[in-house]
């Protein structure tokens, strides 16, 4: 199963999600929050494949896959033995699992079934207005759940820490909705027809809150720049189909936090 996995988190597809558990390490050394990063990093990784792998699932026309997967999750026996070989999905939700500790199990299930039905709403939006909200609530939970995931690993609780991750990952959806849209128009993942208007209020909106962040963070200019470069770099490998090899990056970022650690 480890090499599955393995393979699973060096697909070229997941990169720009491979890297987010690093640049989340040099946040909390901002914030300047102690933890065990080694920790962090590892329990980041196993959420954040697993967000990239079960958005391919929902993409890929079977939105009723994510009522399963909470399932999975809500279950605390495993759901697959090495007598078997698990669909990717099935095998990222079990190591994912591993990291839910009894403690925070209610309330991150709680936070990701929020999450399942923001996606379900944002694929039913009849308008753009309507849209950048869900994409707004879709950004906020998945940092919280990454906030909530990691919070019995750090010292202390910090809500400012997590308010600012929502704000980000807000920004950080939006930013992926502009490089996306026109794909998920012609993918049928839209409800409404988006005409230049919509795309200019949601290039607008995305501007908009991306510098509202950064005038209460100016010194993470460089990290919100390689976030947004990650995100071009994905939409050019993606219209090139051209799966160059790109590890996950684990022991780059692993690197990282050590070093900051």
């Not at 200019?221 to 684990?250: K, Q, Y």
Request: charged share 30%; glycine share 4%; aromatic share 8%.
């Amino acid at each position: 199963m480890e090499r599955l996995y393995q393979a699973i988190s060096r697909d070229w597809r997941y990169r720009h999600y491979a890297r987010i558990p690093g640049r989340l390490c040099r946040c909390l050394d901002y914030f300047k929050v102690a933890s065990n990063r080694r920790a962090v990093q590892e329990r980041l990784s196993s959420y954040y494949l697993f967000i990239c792998v079960v958005d391919d699932v929902l993409d890929s026309n079977k939105l009723e896959a994510g009522r399963e997967i909470l399932e999975q999750l809500k279950r605390r026996t495993p759901f697959f033995n090495e007598e078997t070989t698990p669909s990717q999905a099935k095998l990222v939700t079990g190591v994912l699992k591993c990291h839910i500790s009894l403690e925070i199990h209610a309330v991150v299930l709680a936070k990701l079934e929020e999450l399942y039905e923001a996606v379900v709403r944002e694929r039913k939006s009849k308008t753009m207005q309507a849209y950048i909200e869900q994409r707004n609530t879709i950004g906020g939970l998945t940092a919280e759940v990454s906030y909530l995931l990691i919070r019995p690993l750090l010292k202390t609780e910090r809500k400012d820490l997590c308010r600012f991750l929502q704000d980000v990952g807000a920004v950080g959806c939006l930013i992926d909705s502009v490089l996306d849209l026109r794909a998920d128009d012609r993918l049928g993942l839209l409800s409404f027809k988006p005409t230049l208007e919509d795309h200019l209020r949601l290039s607008s909106q995305m501007l908009h809150d991306g510098f509202k962040v950064l005038r209460k963070h100016p010194r993470l200019l460089r990290l919100f720049l390689e976030a947004i470069g990650d995100n071009l770099l994905d939409l050019f490998s993606r219209r090139g189909a051209c799966p160059v090899p790109c590890p996950l990056e684990a022991t780059r970022n692993r690197y990282v936090c050590e070093r900051a650690a």
